[in-house]
């Protein structure tokens, strides 16, 4: 679990690119850092597609949190201009269409801002998939160098109980549909309301309720933040 850390060093070293060595060197949270100790920001991206190599980011959401308060006034929510169009199937999906893009800035004008944003900070995605591997192939096409860095996923979360757990194995012998660990049917588990879905900064709320929830049905205040960023 140190490898984190130790990353984080070599990358401050090496990277080309100021923002990112300011991002590095920032740091993280010591490997035994207490859940209640850690600051946290729900990160959501809407895109052009599922393919991170080919696709766009369009729009990201980010709130801060921590295990007692989710802090909307500092939330943020960008929209980007994507190099390569919308698609037909895309806009009816996300809901942003081609004219509320005109004016939007490309990722390289306020990446800055989205790092100082998460620097420091514990990220929390719902399908790390999107958020980490979209960010990094984005960051690369723009600096010539990517970005990394270790999330805790609440996707991830639900899939170890209801995907990899004993009761996930006794409903695929039985022939039973398994539990959904889409974000607004796992939210519905620990009695978290509805939200309106597909939008990033909701989305980002939405994930970080979820966190709180999950933390507080399984884990301790004091279990260390390793047992659960990947």
Not at 103 to 108: E, G, H, I, R
Not at 136 to 159: H, N, S, Y
Not at 189 to 203: F, M
Request: hydrophobic share 40%; charged share 30%.
């Amino acid at each position: 679990m140190e490898r984190w850390a130790v990353q984080y060093q070599k990358l401050a070293l090496n990277v080309r690119d100021e923002r990112l060595r300011r991002f590095y060197q920032q740091g993280l949270p010591g490997v035994e850092t207490p859940l209640t100790d850690v600051s946290f920001v729900a990160l959501d991206f809407e895109t052009t597609g599922l393919d991170a190599e080919h696709d766009e980011i369009i729009s990201i959401g980010l709130v801060p949190f921590d295990l007692n308060r989710i802090r909307l006034r500092d939330s943020r929510y960008w929209l980007l201009k994507p190099r390569r169009e919308l698609t037909e199937t895309s806009v009816p999906f996300h809901g942003i269409t081609h004219s509320q893009l005109n004016d939007a800035p490309d990722l390289n004008q306020i990446l800055d801002e989205v790092l100082d944003e998460i620097a420091g900070k514990i990220v929390v995605v719902h399908y790390r998939y999107i958020e980490r591997e979209f960010f990094d192939a984005a960051v690369k096409r723009r600096l010539g160098e990517g970005i990394c860095f270790p999330v805790v996923d609440t996707m991830e979360q639900e899939a170890m109980l209801y995907r990899r757990g004993i009761v996930s194995r006794v409903k695929r012998l039985a022939g039973l549909k398994p539990e959904s660990i889409r974000l607004g049917d796992s939210r519905l588990r620990y009695n978290l309301p509805h939200y309106g879905q597909h939008h990033a900064l909701t989305d980002a709320v939405a994930t970080a309720e979820l966190l709180q929830a999950q933390i507080r049905h399984r884990y301790s205040e004091t279990t260390p933040i390793s047992d659960l960023w990947i």
